[in-house]
T-cell receptor, first 112, second 113 residues
Framework: SQKIEQNSEALNIQEGKTATLTCNYT??????LQWYRQDPGRGPVFLLL???NEKEKRKERLKVTFDTTLKQSLFHITASQPADSATYLC???????????WGLGTSLAVNP | KAGVTQTPRYLIKTRGQQVTLSCSPI?????VSWYQQTPGQGLQFLFE???????NKGNFPGRFSGRQFSNSRSEMNVSTLELGDSALYLC????????????FGEGSWLTVV
């Protein structure tokens, strides 16, 4: 069956360190993969989109990699700050329609 | 420009009642999607409307319905509410093409008692 998995356990890291979140999928051929941030009680906010033919994408302290052979995307936050504490969601877009497939998200806590 | 606006923000309904939620997308966006979010299930896709037509549908019962108006504003309706319908309902808008970023509203918190 089609599945998308993110680290189920919360990630706790020290301020200043790099946070690495994982998104694995099976039985999909996504054309795009997107990462969103969600704070408690609020709607997700778009962070980065990476296309299937791109290996890496960066935006300020954020970096996303996309390995279609491993069927995996990694999301990195460098020089993490307590304000980065949130839940991070990955979503697959097969490109055929607008029905994004969402992971359950990984909770990140950055400790001062 | 203004973001996605959802109303109401919070509401409490009784089992068996029906509810209508409203969403105003970002100006110029023709696609509106609706999601249900609960702690254990994550974001579950309900349906997507594009230019007033339902373009995609998730695996929800027929009690969940929606529509889109000519100005792209959208409503979703849930009839015969059940306790399990308690959730955060999120609306998202986008221009509507593959690879477009989608923008979420703050959501409507529905509690069914």
């Amino acid at each position: 069956s089609q599945k998308i998995e993110q680290n189920s356990e919360a990630l706790n890291i020290q301020e200043g360190k790099t946070a690495t979140l994982t998104c694995n999928y099976t039985n999909y051929s996504p054309a795009y993969l997107q990462w969103y941030r969600q704070d408690p009680g609020r709607g997700p906010v778009f962070l980065l989109l990476i296309r299937e033919n791109e290996k890496e994408k960066r935006k300020e302290r954020l970096k996303v990699t996309f390995d279609t052979t491993l069927k995996q995307s990694l999301f990195h936050i460098t020089a993490s700050q307590p304000a980065d504490s949130a839940t991070y969601l990955c979503a697959l877009d097969t490109g055929n329609n607008r029905k994004l497939i969402w992971g359950l998200g990984t909770s990140l806590a950055v400790n001062p | 420009k203004a973001g996605v606006t959802q109303t109401p923000r919070y509401l409490i309904k009784t089992r068996g009642q029906q509810v209508t939620l409203s969403c105003s997308p970002i100006s110029g966006h023709r696609s509106v999607s609706w999601y249900q979010q609960t702690p254990g299930q994550g974001l579950q896709f309900l349906f997507e409307y594009f230019s007033e037509t339902q373009r995609n549908k998730g695996n929800f019962p027929g009690r969940f319905s929606g529509r889109q108006f000519s100005n792209s504003r959208s409503e979703m309706n849930v009839s015969t509410l059940e306790l399990g319908d308690s959730a955060l309902y999120l609306c998202a808008s986008s221009p509507g093409s593959p690879g477009n970023t989608i923008y979420f509203g703050e959501g409507s918190w529905l509690t069914v008692v």
